[in-house]
T-cell receptor, first 115, second 110 residues
């Protein structure tokens, strides 16, 4: 039972490069989320999705894009990496019909450094 | 402004001792409050959820309390174990979003 799987676990990018953070879940959850966790700060919501083909902006969406072509996958794309995007990124999912209510199941994160 | 503040920022205790972590919030309207445990290098895992009508809830050695009048919650850990070393995050939900606290980093030493 894998739960939420994120790849890669670590990555170093140069300023201006692009990359995609992968997230997949095997629990058939409708809702998926992307967060970033900066040192000394609470998690901030970047984007979320309520189902395949539907995505919406969270609190800090600038500089990121997402897509949701299947229930299982919710990749996060950085088009032009900037030092301010250095962070730990967490993907999460939840099954509830009530967005943000049920406990969210988190992946183990992708630690991204941009130099 | 909706905020969740946790104290202390960090805490060191000896194995077998008890400890209490605090969470104060100014979120309105309030729907529920959840405590998560985050081991180093891992994602957060839910410990317990408190709704408006609940005062106390236990999950093994973890006991959460909620005072909705003063907008405070606590997480009490009894007979701490080395595996309790982690960050503990308080998350408050209002109508349409989650507000995350910055967490308390707990270290348990033998």
């Amino acid at each position: 039972n894998a739960g939420v799987t994120q790849t890669p676990k670590f990555r170093i990018l140069k300023i201006g490069q692009s990359m995609t953070l992968q997230c997949t879940q095997d629990m058939n959850h409708n809702y998926m989320y992307w967060y970033r966790q900066d040192p000394g700060m609470g998690l901030k919501l970047i984007y979320y999705s309520v189902g395949a083909g539907i995505t919406d902006k969270g609190e800090v969406p600038n500089g990121y894009n997402v897509s949701r072509s299947t229930t299982e996958d919710f990749p996060l794309r950085l088009e032009l990496a900037a030092p301010s995007q250095t962070s730990v990124y967490f993907c999460a999912s939840s099954p509830s019909r009530d967005l943000f209510n049920q406990p969210q199941h988190f992946g183990d994160g992708t630690r991204l450094s941009i130099l | 402004k909706n905020q969740v503040e946790q104290s202390p920022q960090s805490l060191i205790i000896l194995e077998g001792k008890n400890c209490t972590l605090q969470c104060n919030y100014t979120v309105s309207p309030f729907s529920n409050l959840r405590w998560y445990k985050q081991d180093t290098g891992r994602g957060p895992v839910s410990l317990t959820i408190m709704t408006f009508s609940e005062n106390t809830k236990s999950n093994g050695r973890y006991t959460a309390t909620l005072d909705a009048d003063t907008k405070q919650s606590s997480l009490h850990i009894t007979a701490s174990q080395l595996s309790d070393s982690a960050s503990y995050i308080c998350v408050v939900r209002n109508t349409d979003k989650l507000i995350f606290g910055t967490g308390t980093r707990l270290q348990v030493f033998p």
